[in-house]
Structure formats: C-alpha cells, structure tokens
Nanobody, 115 residues
C-alpha cells in the first residue's frame, strides 16, 4: 500500500523559508507526477507546484518556491522562500500515476507565516 509521508512544516515569520519533504513508500511505486497542494481556511485546495514531464507553479509562488524530486528516493521537496502570510495553509503532498490513473495524498502539514 502506498503512503505519502510529509515533513518540514512549521511556523515562520514573513520573509522566512521552509522546506517541505514528502516520501512515497512502496518499493515498486513510481509516480508519474508528484506535487504539492495547499488549502487555507475557508478556501479550496489549490495546486502549488508539480513535477512530472514538466514543472508547474501557481502564479502566486513563482520565483519564491522551488519543487524538486529525488526519484531514487521517491521523494519530492518544496523549498519555500520569501514566505508571506497568505502562504499560510495546510500543505498536501500528492502523487499521480497515469496507467492506471490514480492519485495518492499525504496527511498534510501545517505552514503558518506570521507578519
């Protein structure tokens, strides 16, 4: 059974940095796409960044966040710099396979940015 385990969330002041990590268990699991989503209170879950055949970022994080993958470790990272209070949310790691089409989610990690 595939599990995604996240780490690295926490509290930081505006302008600070955090690095999130997510490792997918399962020796034969090879996701086609891995990414990060976030959900702030009262808002819908939104894509932050994804890494597959291409790398995509939400406009709100471009130039501040960087996604990277270590495929050998089935791990995806999200380096978050110049954090803003509006980045406060629960961040979820996600992994997707294309054949078959399936999605897997982590339990979420809280990121809080204070002004």
């Amino acid at each position: 059974q595939v599990q995604l385990v996240e780490s690295g969330g926490g509290s930081v002041q505006a302008g600070g940095s955090l690095r999130l990590s997510c490792t997918a268990s399962g020796s034969t699991f090879r996701p086609d796409i891995m990414g990060w989503y976030r959900q702030a209170p009262g808002k819908q879950r939104e894509l932050v960044a994804s890494s597959g055949g291409a790398t995509n970022y939400a406009d709100s994080v471009k130039g501040r966040f960087t996604i990277s993958r270590d495929n050998a470790k089935n791990t995806v990272y999200l380096q978050m710099n110049s954090l803003k209070p509006e980045d406060t949310a629960v961040y979820y790691c996600a992994a997707f396979t294309l054949q078959p089409v399936r999605d897997y989610w982590g339990q979420g990690t809280q990121v809080t940015v204070s002004s």
